[in-house]
Structure formats: C-alpha cells, structure tokens
C-alpha cells in the first residue's frame, strides 16, 4: 500500500495519523530517487501512538539517506493502532524525492 506518494521534499513533515486495526507485522519500503543540496541527509521513521497521537514513539528507523537508495524494514514487534511516518531531511538547500510504501500484516483469527 502506497503510504507516501514519490514527490520532491525539502523540509520535515509526517504521513498524520494511520489508523490500522488488529496489525501484526509491518514490512516497509523507503525509494528514494534523487537527492540534491550541500551534505543532504534524510532520516524517515514509522512511529506509533498510544495516545491518539498526543505522542509518538518510534517503531523502526530506515538508514539515514544521503543519495538515491531503497531500503526495506520489517516491523515485527507489536504497535498501537495509531501510526505515521515522519521525515527529517537536513543539510543546505536539500531535497529529497523519495516515497514510502508497506504491507501490514494483521491478526488472523481461527
């Protein structure tokens, strides 16, 4: 599922709130296409909340990115049903396109 369209960032920001009911596992993709500027560096974590989102704790962290790349994350410890992916992009005048996709995984009942 497609989490985070493929577009051209330049500051911090985050997905807001994802409610997902009754997840087991998250197995994550991060694409980053291009990346631009003096020393870019971007940073993109899942984070979940157990306070609707009052405050949020991370989950897993992807490698922090300096030029094009893709990583996947597999998330298999367990999560609130209030989730998000945040990013940080640092250095002078980056950018970063990039995009976040993932699959979750839910309970299975018998």
Partial sequence: MKIL?????TTNGNTGDLRVSGG???RAQLN???ASGTSPALTV????????????NTLGSF????????????????FAENLRVSWTIAGS???????VD???????SN
């Fill in 5 to 9: 369209e493929s577009l051209a960032r």
């Fill in 45 to 56: 974590v899942i984070e979940d909340s157990l306070d609707s989102g009052a405050t949020w």
């Fill in 32 to 34: 980053v296409t291009a």
């Fill in 93 to 99: 005048n980056a950018s970063f396109t990039f995009s």
């Fill in 102 to 108: 993932w699959h979750i995984s839910t309970r299975r």
């Fill in 24 to 26: 087991e596992s998250i």
């Fill in 63 to 78: 490698t922090q990115k300096t030029a094009a790349a893709r990583e996947i994350l597999s998330i298999t410890t367990p």
